[in-house]
């Protein structure tokens, strides 16, 4: 009677396992607000927002009125922005929001104005929109012309960009708040030129990596023709410019002149400030973990090299022999070894110190033997689990939304051959490298991160993907993995070894926290090996041949468990913090192992 140790079967699986998660949020730009206000007033709305943005955000009081004690008597938003939540905000209480230079923005009451003019001249209506909002407006010499308009209660601002640019002409914001109204061919003589730096923002490299992987939408290719083809930020940058403004991008140096008006650049600058900042990053730590099982199962006799001798080792349960050692007989009954120290079988009828006649043992590790009195047939079955074994450990860091691969293994290369007919009407044979060489056989990650604004959470796009050969050849022609095919006319017959291959792969996308661990599984490889030995000569005997041939069948199924824990890198100094994290974590591994090879030789010299 067998007992055999159930397999355990591993299916493809994507389990999320929350090791280290955290509710709290850093201030960011980024950052998306959910707000239920009811009677509550815009300061401590607005407070709420810097709070969660980190913005510079002021409210502008006047003598007449004090708009930071408006109430807001309702308002629900729910995932949105901070910015539009500011601005949904100001709108309740009829405020307008103003970005000024530097990031500093501004939550202002304008005057409304109501009014109405027929085929009135321009610089009067300006004029009137200067008096009723107490702004300072200059009006070029050469703005002319009639309008009719019809206002009522439209903020001033407005109503001043609506007329001055109906009739073509341009509203320039100077030092001090004061506003000029000009035509814009005047203002090319005026125009004043700047230099901005970039820091982060930077085009395409003309150096692309080759990222091979069948998951990825053709290759990166290295940008062709002007710059500004591919270098988004300049097309968004021209859009801001006047009419008579001009942008020039210096490469090698990464600066953008612009020459515009005073108005143009505060545009432009506005648009660098929350662009050009620090791109975040995702610190991946990657484990690869394997896990296997085994059947094996052996019928007939070997001989080996000392005679017929079978043995079995490694069971973590009671393991039935259907032999009682020494004695012919088929009975039930288990030697063990209880130090552990390996196979152990005596014929004596004395099992020597540590063991009793017919008591049974079942220690930590099951040793067993059998000799046999005279020949006959054995037939076992073992099914063995081993234990876990981290076979890679890398970490990488990915930016947002770019690809990060990694692969372990190994490249192989392999020919091909061709037969061609020769000038003489026989068969010629070449070989040379193949099409497809090489072939990588291993593991292969991508990952590619999106971090979701304003959160500490990241959308994850996984492909692991693991490829193995399975070829049947064991042979100096075909090394293992690989296959021999004949090839050319019965005149002229060549071989050649090709590797076979086996892939399997998961493609995932999944969103979790900062710091939380995903395993990913499922990625099983099954090997199936077969081998027969025979005493020369004697396994023909017939019907007494069985007794000189032993056969081995063994089945290996290996998965590769994938743990996957993403941590987000905001800054230079979280980035510092990880690696001294794992510097500490590595030293504290070396550590431990010293110990244990000290201990161990002190207790080594202690035996002795």
């Known amino acids: 009677m067998f007992q055999i140790k159930k397999t355990l079967i591993l299916w493809p699986l994507i389990a999320a396992l929350v090791c280290a998660t955290s509710n709290a949020q850093v201030a960011s730009r980024d950052a998306r607000v959910t707000m239920n206000v009811a009677e509550r007033t815009l300061e401590s709305v607005i407070d709420f927002l810097r709070e969660k943005s980190g913005a510079n955000i002021e409210i502008i009081d006047t003598d007449e009125e004090t708009i930071s004690t408006s109430v807001i008597r309702s308002m629900q938003l729910r995932d949105v922005h901070w910015q539009i939540a500011l601005e949904i905000a100001a709108e309740k209480v009829g405020c307008i929001v ?20 027929s085929n009135a001249d321009i610089r009067i209506i300006i004029d009137t929109i200067a008096k009723i909002s107490g702004a300072n407006i200059i009006i070029d010499e050469l703005v002319s012309g009639s309008l009719t308009v019809h206002f009522n209660g439209v903020p001033w601002r ?3 960009d609506v007329v001055a640019k109906t009739r073509g002409y341009t509203v320039l914001e100077e030092r001090g708040g004061v506003l000029r109204v000009a035509d814009p061919l005047k203002l090319k003589e005026q125009l004043t030129t700047k230099s901005y730096q970039l820091r982060y923002l930077r085009p395409k490299s003309n150096y692309v990596p080759i990222l091979k992987s069948e998951f990825v ?22 859009k801001a410019l006047s009419t008579v403004g001009q942008l020039d991008y210096i490469e090698r140096q990464n600066v953008i002149i612009v020459r515009d008006t005073q108005q143009a650049h505060s545009e432009v600058r506005e648009i660098l400030v929350a662009l050009d900042i620090e791109p975040k990053q995702v610190f991946c730590d990657v484990k690869f973990v394997s896990t296997s099982n085994g059947d094996l199962l052996n019928l007939g006799v070997d001989y080996g090299d000392n005679g017929p001798v079978i043995s079995i080792s490694g069971g973590q349960i009671p393991i039935t022999l ?8 088929i009975e039930d009954s288990i030697i063990a070894n209880n130090t552990g120290g390996g196979p152990w079988y005596s014929s004596d009828d004395s099992l020597g110190a540590g063991f009793n ?28 689990d081993t234990s876990t074994e981290v076979i890679q450990a890398p970490k990488l860091i990915a930016l947002d939304g770019h690809e990060a691969t990694i692969f372990v293994g190994e490249t192989i290369r392999y020919a091909e051959a061709k037969s061609e007919q020769g000038q003489s009407g026989g068969l010629q044979l070449s070989v040379a ?25 990241i959308i994850m796009d996984v492909i692991p993907k693991e490829t193995s050969l399975s070829g049947q050849g064991n042979t100096a022609l075909a090394p293992p993995g690989f296959d021999v095919f004949t090839l050319g006319a019965s005149g002229l017959q060549g071989s050649i070894a090709l590797p076979r291959t086996r892939s399997s792969t998961i493609v995932t996308t999944m969103i979790m926290d900062s710091g939380q661990t995903v395993v990913i599984g499922g990625l099983t490889t099954d090997s199936d090996v077969e081998t027969e030995t025979r005493v020369p000569g004697l396994w023909r005997i017939p019907l007494l041949g069985k007794l000189f041939q032993h056969r081995e069948h063994s089945v290996q199924k290996k998965t590769l468990l994938v743990f996957l824990t993403p941590t987000l890198v905001h800054s230079r100094q979280d980035q510092e913090a ?6 500490g974590r590595r030293r504290a591994k070396l550590r431990d192992e010293v110990d244990a090879l000290v201990r161990g030789a002190g207790d080594s010299g202690e035996g002795q």
């Not at 990166?220 to 500004?228: H, T």
């Not at 259907?322 to 007989?329: A, S």
């Not at 990880?578 to 510097?583: C, D, T, Y």
Request: aromatic content about 8%; proline content about 8%; glycine content about 10%.
């Open 578 to 583: 990880v690696l001294q994290r794992e510097l």
């Open 158 to 160: 407005d109503a001043l």
């Open 98 to 117: 103003e970005d000024r230079t530097n990031g500093v923005i501004l939550v202002t009451k304008p005057w409304p104005v109501t009014f109405d003019y």
């Open 217 to 238: 939408q053709g290759q990166a290719q290295a940008p062709s023709g002007k710059v500004s083809e591919h270098f988004s930020v300049l097309t968004a940058l021209t």
């Open 433 to 457: 490298e193949a099409t497809g060489s090489p072939v990588e056989v291993g593991f292969q990650l991508l990952i590619k991160p999106h971090i979701v604004p304003g959160s500490e959470r």
């Open 357 to 384: 006649n017919g008591a049974t043992f079942i220690p930590d590790t099951i040793f067993g033997a059998l000799s046999f009195t005279e020949v006959s047939a054995a037939l076992h079955l073992l099914q063995r």
């Open 322 to 329: 259907p032999f009682d050692p020494g004695h012919g007989g």
